[in-house]
């Protein structure tokens, strides 16, 4: 049996195995390209004196 060694005290290779083995697969997905457009994302001009406007 294996002596247990904690995370904090493996390789960086050792760290790396067990990292890529949590990871999942994206299945030929590109995330890129899945991003979701917002209203918050498009400028709109604000006035700059709205209390002016009230005339």
């Given at each position: 049996?294996?002596?247990?060694?904690?995370y904090?005290?493996?390789?960086?290779?050792?760290?790396?195995?067990?990292?890529?083995?949590?990871?999942?697969?994206?299945?030929?997905v590109?995330?890129?390209t899945?991003?979701?457009?917002?209203?918050k994302?498009?400028?709109?001009?604000?006035?700059?004196?709205p209390?002016n406007?009230?005339?």
């Amino acid at each position: 049996m294996d002596k247990f060694v904690s995370y904090d005290k493996m390789s960086k290779k050792e760290k790396k195995k067990i990292d890529s083995a949590k990871r999942g697969s994206w299945n030929g997905v590109d995330p890129a390209t899945k991003t979701v457009d917002t209203d918050k994302r498009r400028y709109r001009r604000k006035p700059k004196h709205p209390e002016n406007f009230d005339e």
